[in-house]
């Protein structure tokens, strides 16, 4: 049985419905993320979890007890907020210490157990100094140990690293990452950022319109993508409607596509990077053939980026090949059959 349960949630503010019907199930030890762009319904579930909010109908499972309108200060989750909120007043240690307090942990106890979390994210020898004497780096570092020092059964963690330059963001998801898996916490990470989140995750949630299109690991939601707007989101460009026929799958033009992939019967669209499409002069004999005329080449320093006008419609093809195409030119594009994938 899965740690936490959502079953049918659908939740929102007054009549504004932001999630709907969303089921959800994150395993013991497991670094789930919620991906997707602003308004998808991923910090609104966060918060339903963490109790800031109840879901207007469904069910929270946790452990295997009904958390659904469980009030937030009985449940042991930590969570780490975008912006901190850090007590400014408070020195480090007074940050960390606050959940502890809150709890009436026997001084002698807490003072070991900050002094533990502190040393977790390398901040031992910084407990007397205030939150503005630190950098944004060292204060998202307070944040998360403030989290772990309760031994959270749950780390939630809302966009913690949005505020953070792109090199200290890649340092600290790193970091974040080690914590989890050597002390096996279970987390739910709130992320908009897609390297980020492919990095940090076992699994992966993609939301779109209060829904989860895919859950799904990130190699498989990367390679497989299960609908278009999936494949959109990962950096599929090209999309063509194909129907199956003749032990293949012909286009619109009547030209037949070989697809290695697992055979979908349902399958009326396809998609593929612009990566994984060769160009070729026209007449060239190649897998997958799709004549057409180059309408845009655009150099991109180590590659070029050809558009490319076909029967089939426009193809974005990207490729760092020594041989050059001019616009207007004729050229033969090749769909590698190992790289078309059916949704």
Do not use: W
């Not at 659908?10 to 504004?16: I, L, R, S």
């Not at 408070?90 to 606050?98: E, K, L």
């Not at 809302?158 to 990452?177: F, G, Q, T, W, Y």
């Not at 193809?315 to 004729?330: L, N």
């Amino acid at each position: 049985m899965a740690l936490l349960e959502l079953t049918n949630i659908t939740a929102g503010y007054d009549k504004n419905i932001i999630l709907k019907n969303l089921n959800l199930q994150v395993e013991k030890g497991e670094l789930l993320s919620l991906l997707g762009s602003s308004g998808c319904g991923k910090t609104t579930t966060l918060r339903l979890i963490a109790g800031f909010s109840s879901p207007m109908e469904g069910k929270f499972l946790f452990n295997g007890k009904d958390y659904t309108h469980m009030p937030l200060h009985k449940r042991n989750f930590g969570f780490v907020f975008q912006s901190y909120a850090l007590f400014p007043h408070m020195s480090i240690y007074d940050n960390v210490a606050f959940g502890l307090k809150m709890r009436k942990l026997d001084s002698s106890k807490m003072k070991d157990q900050v002094m533990e979390a502190l040393e977790l994210v390398d901040l031992k020898g910084y407990e007397t100094r205030y939150p503005k004497e630190l950098s944004g780096g060292q204060r998202q570092r307070v944040a998360l140990a403030r989290a772990l020092v309760i031994k959270p059964d749950l780390l939630l963690m809302d966009e913690p690293l949005s505020n953070l330059d792109a090199k200290l963001r890649v340092k600290m998801r790193v970091e974040i990452r080690k914590l989890q898996q050597q002390f096996g916490i279970t987390a739910i990470y709130v992320t908009h950022d897609q390297e980020e989140c492919f990095a940090i995750s076992d699994k992966v949630a993609i939301m779109n319109q209060g829904v989860i299109e895919q859950l799904d690991t990130p190699d498989r939601i990367y390679n497989h993508p299960e609908t278009e707007f999936i494949a959109r989101f990962v950096g599929f460009e090209n999309f063509i409607d194909l129907a199956p026929s003749d032990g293949g799958y012909r286009g619109q033009d009547g030209s037949l596509f070989t697809v290695d992939g697992p055979a979908k019967a349902d399958a009326r669209r396809a998609c593929i990077r612009p990566e994984d499409i060769t160009i070729a002069p026209a007449g060239t004999s190649l897998p997958n053939p799709l004549e057409g005329d180059v309408m845009v080449a655009t150099f991109l320093g180590k590659r070029y980026q050809y558009n490319v006008s076909t029967a089939l419609g426009e193809m974005v093809v990207s490729t760092d090949q020594e041989r050059t195409y001019r616009a207007g030119e004729r050229v033969t594009l090749s769909l590698a059959p190992n790289k078309i994938i059916l949704i």
